[in-house]
């Protein structure tokens, strides 16, 4: 009853696949903000009508998987028959990887089930418990449940792993120093696990407004549509943080450093050709029912964009299938993703699967939770998440990632690019800085004494490719060593005039997101110099 | 023989009137930039042969105004014949103002011809003295020197003037309170004098890049292109240019508080419309010989947009005819000005007479000069202008327009708005809130304490139009009265999570353009409170 009454609230009647994709992996993400709607108020589960305990052998488990009529899953020791449930799981059909099997290694995924509603949900398919004969030490054994994360490829071992299940890895600050970053030390920003997606037959379907599906396999893609190049960069919303929890307060999520950033030259179709070819009039003013473009991973990620960014003649959005003129690698998506350019990286869904035209924003908690900034004084208590954005185009953002030494005998390139007259000692600093939305980096300032004096960085010449500025902007700066004080600061300014906040404390929200504020650094080295400069 | 150079350095060869508008009136910005490029290193003016001193009687100079064969001027008791000059003027065909009369009012006017070669070119076309008959105390007398604002409108009473001549008034902070300025009150940002244009005769003229010219009278346009609103925001790049001379230096230029921005209805037709009629492909992804969009006014001041903007379905251009309703008034553009929403107001030129599609920017000195910003420690000498781009798209901006107590049985539509749910006198805090290049508002912050705790302000629903948003946001906020410590501050974040500088020092430029470091408030208000409220 409880799952029906949310079936009926969907807008349409729809199949029961396609209400799946349509909420996307974490429609979850509106059971806690909007569980009274859905449900109404649940005060307790309904305990199931007193009667003899029933065991159930691991084995006839195993025997419920995906092929069986009847799907069962295990949580904790006990064992529910899910089957009538599946069509109407928020987070889709990423369910069915879960059964005849464990439940738990994805319920601590997914953190939308940390929720006693979802737990009086999965109440109501209790079918009976583990038999005692199959636990260790009261629990099923770890052989018996299965890694989600078991076919992740191998990686780099220069990245700097914050998490391994999910993979969330940094490029270290020392590969930081190109133009365009090896797909080896790309960095990794996972939320799920890789799924095993095979190229050769890899079919991407297009959902329009009204319900007909498009669908073209990855050849047809490659023969159908013209191809092209970008170079963009790639950015997570939480690079820096770890400078915003230290110099604010603490922010939830990853710690990341400068590395949660890089940047590749990217081949691919343009999703602007595909809808037109799916039948989007590409060029009218105002589509009355596709405000949004919903993008599906093949593991469960789900985000969207704008329609207007989508369709731009100049917005090169692209569904991209090489990667610095390889296919790309399994951690960034083969074989499909899409590239949003100039947006925030949690927007550019990897191993793309589905592309959904809406009049709705993806309702995944990564579109309408995890990626948005509130003011400094709110927290995730009694928060009206509904209230900010989620995030899509970027602020300008600026790094130092090599500070060095240099004696006027050894400018070379350098002096080439400065010209700094000096006959003194220098230190020389670089970096890169980059904006959101296609706006050029015109100018990065630099002080060497804390932001009490400032000289500009020379812009380094690059190879960038797009319609408009995608790429991060590569910056050196030579500074004289007299004027060099405690503190190494850099500010960047883009073509639409915007800076940098000065500092974090300001600009503070909860999850650390966007952390912008002016990059500094202690120089000379101390002992407790921050671990991005070596 | 130093015109003629000049001349044959221009890039095509086109009739000396074309070349005048070409320039703008100031390709004279480019005189001092490139003095020696233009006229090679002149070391001294070659003084006139010696001879007798030769007299001219007033009269006679009169007598060589506009109509006549041969033009002359008076720069201070001097005659200059600047017949054969005229067509080579770098700032067009305005010099034509001041033949007949004396050329000092317009000498000081464009202070581009405040340097030693503007005057040795001047010398080469001397032909004598004022008869001393003519002169008062040795001077020519004032009567008969003509004033170039001679025929400016009246202006309203209420509006802060900074300057007269030319006027340049801001609205006054008690008036900033509407969501829509009324005309008469919209502040008024002019280079030069307000030109005599003719509604019903008025002229545009369209130069495509192949140098042919496509004319349409006013009536054609209203006729022929389907009309839009918008509502914009017009702000100039000096608004708060007072804040950053207190809170870091001074800064050069007009000292404007928080009132050189105001928000009307706009009506009118596209510029994207009006080109495609003019031949232009204004569907090509690339336009080889068209990079920018020039615009001159009647009066003589110019200034470009890039192409881009100026074609974008979304872009919403405007050829403005009618400001909130009625025909535009004269001090914004009457009869026919571009309104350029989401940019700095410096490329909305009033009184537009024609538009030029060309590889260039408008060479004028608002396009080359004055309207850029530089680094904190850059300054005008030795700088080079060229390294930083003329301001286009603006950075996001926020002041507060009013403080007052309110008690907590008066809060009536406050309340409303806010459910603020206090018990307690509270202080309400108003302002507006606009970022550029289409960018929303979407949160405002307010501290009532210098900046240690924040809330966040209501934005009020308005009557916005427009495909993007080019309208500032008002908003509100209540601060309890005991959270209120000695300063209120404001900044505001836009929906690529752009936010405000902290403080004047990090954003500070010599010119002092885009001032939007937070505006702070001293409150209580205590004797030496900020004009900008009472």
Redesign the interface.
Known sequence: MRWANQQSRTKRSIAPAALASTCGIIGAGTIIAASIVYWGPVAHAEAPPAEEKKFIRLDEVKQHGKSADRKWVIKGTRVFDITDWIAAHPGGPVIIRAVGGSIDPYWDIFSIHQNPDVYDILEDYFIGDIDPRDLVNGAVGSDNIEDPFVNDPPRDSSLIQHTEKPCNAETPTSLLDTFITPNEVFYVRNHLWVPEVEGTTHTLTVELPDGNEKEYTLAELKSKFAPFHITATLQCSGNRRKHMSAGARHAAGLQWDIGAISNAKWTGVRLRDVLRDAGVDV?A?YLEDAKHVQFVGAEAYGASIPI?KALQ??GDVMLAYEMNGRALPRDHGYPLRVLVPGHTAARSVKWLEKIILSEEESQSQWQQRDYK??????TGKDLDWSS??A??????QSAMTSIKEVSPGSFDASRELQKPGLTEDAVQVAGYALS??G?EI??V?ISADG?S????AVLLPDEAEG?QSWSWKRWHAIVSRPVVGSEMVV?A?D?????????Y???YNFRGN?TTA?HRVRYPFSEDRPTDQS
């Open positions: 060029d003013r207007d003649a100049r900034c509130f003011g400094p004084n709110q900010a954005p995030i899509q185009e970027t602020p300008v959101g939305g706006r015109i100018r300032d932001g004096t400032w000289q500009q319609q500010k300014i073509d639409g005039y915007n800076t940098q906040p000065e500092s404390v300001g600009q966007l002016w």
